[in-house]
């Protein structure tokens, strides 16, 4: 597991800033963003500092496959029950203003604030 102490997705996970834990297994968190776009938008992320998807490989495969499998599974649970929006912004020009890799699921009645 990589951990950058700077990175505020990675003190999430450690417990250090608090978040509503959603989902969580041993690879995986789910919780609220801190700032939604819509009635239900929740950030999944891996435990382990990666920066985006362009610091991922084959070696990520199953991790990257379970965090799309939550996406359903978590906007059901959530009430988005007439589809959601999945979103990885990545590098500067991507919007990505946090660099651990997360996905944005967005759901709920519109309209939505942003997005
Ligand atoms: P990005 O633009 O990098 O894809 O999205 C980063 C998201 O993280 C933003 O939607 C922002 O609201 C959310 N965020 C930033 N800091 C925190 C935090 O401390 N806690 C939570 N729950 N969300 C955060
Ligand atoms: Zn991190």
């Known amino acids: 597991m990589k951990t950058d102490p700077d990175c505020i997705f990675c003190k999430i996970v450690a417990g250090q800033i608090p978040a509503r834990r959603i989902y969580e297994d041993d690879h995986l968190l789910a919780f609220p963003d801190i700032n939604p776009a819509a ?9 382990t500092h990666l920066v985006n998807l362009d610091d991922t490989n084959t070696e990520h495969q199953t991790l990257l496959g379970n965090m799309l499998l939550l996406a359903p599974r978590l906007a059901r649970e959530r009430g988005a029950t007439n589809g959601y929006r999945v979103v990885v912004n990545n590098g500067a020009d991507g919007g990505q203003e946090v660099f651990h890799l997360h996905m944005h699921i967005l759901g709920g009645p519109r309209p939505w604030n942003r997005l």
């Open 39 to 47: 009635p239900v938008h929740l950030l999944v992320v891996p435990k």
